[in-house]
């Protein structure tokens, strides 16, 4: 255990039992008696209220009014500590409720949840267990391996350098460098199986900081029926509205994809593509294809 982590551990130490014995602090943190000392004095010396007391009933103490120093961090910023942890607890990191008892105790305040998060879908359990075991893995500095069905159905076992977690439209994604397709990739968590850490290191320069992909945009205009205009504004951005009686007209620049033509045949009849021809086309050509099945 390193300076930084013992210090933080006796400081815990304290918060919760407000006195300790040297020789039983060196026996946990496997040092001897006198670098406990000089810890107490190096915590001293940061303004921290912690003294030792000799005698029969004496040990190290901490002053029942301790609290962090504003030379470490101001009572603002740790307020915005532990609320930036509470955010992330509510995601359910079950590893992350733990940090923030003992930053609490530390700053000696209480805290009150005032969040809360349920990424989980209806029938299906939630992506956190998923997520907790890719955090490890990063912090480890280690490689996960899983099964992953891809967009066709087909499923394929990846080894993956984990680089970052996005959340975006509802679902989480881990993008990584891909070992088996030698590759930068986004992986969706709910395709995800069977996911464990691997053996293998994670190698830094395989890590790029540009990870998302790329996509050409394409002016789409159509009109949409007024009462559910409220769905493209809170779907998509940077649109042009021309308003009418009984429609509006919306024009935007969006990523070209097969996403785009499922989310315009998401509104049914109370949507007309008028460009570009070529998007019209591709709509009109799934309705026929519904239409064949069932009518």
Known sequence: MN??????YIMHYLSLHNKAKATMLADQLEVST???YRDIDTLSTLGFPVYAQSGRDGGIRLLDTHHLPATFVDDEEQDQIILALQNLAAT???????????LSSLFNKQIE???DIDFSTWGREDEA?????????????????????????EKTSREVMPNKLIFKQNAWYLAGYCCTRKTTRLFKLRRMTGLEIS??????????????????KICVEFKIAND???RVQED????????????????????????????????????????PIELKEKVKEEIIKINQIYF
């Open 3 to 8: 300076n930084l982590s013992r210090l933080f």
């Open 92 to 102: 359910n990191l079950k590893s992350v409720a733990p940090l923030v008892n003992k």
């Open 199 to 216: 053996v293998n290191d994670i190698e830094e320069e395989f890590l790029i900081t540009d990870y998302q992909p790329k996509f050409s």
């Open 129 to 153: 267990h998923g997520i907790e075991q890719i955090t490890m893995a990063k912090s480890q500095k280690k490689c996960i391996i899983f099964s992953y069905i891809n967009g066709k159905g």
């Open 113 to 115: 949840p005032w969040i």
């Open 228 to 230: 559910l205009l409220y």
């Open 34 to 36: 006198r670098t406990i």
């Open 236 to 275: 998509l951005l940077d649109i042009e509205t021309e308003r009418h009686e009984e429609y509006t007209i919306v024009k935007t620049w969006q990523p070209e994809g097969a996403w785009l033509s499922s989310y315009l045949l998401s509104f049914g009849g109370a949507i007309e593509i008028l460009s």
